[in-house]
């Protein structure tokens, strides 16, 4: 789940793999590597991406609302 919501949300917010690697203060081969599932990621790391995202770190470790739920009005 990692892989797919830090994907979604730096692209959602049109940062490259690189300013946001820059941001937080990783390199942008680990955030590459990240988004393609080759290394797993400490809370550190998650926290300072959720943070750089201004996303809360379980954000980025929650899977995503399916879109019938999300699209559907709360009666």
Known sequence: ????????????QEL?????????D???TYISALERCVYAASIDVVDRLARVLGVEAADLLRHPEPASERDTPAI
Do not use: F, W
Not at 16 to 24: F, I, T, V
């Open 1 to 12: 789940m990692l892989a797919l919501n830090l994907r979604t949300y730096r692209q959602a």
């Open 26 to 28: 990783i390199d942008r």
């Open 16 to 24: 490259s793999q690189e300013e946001l690697a820059h941001r937080a």
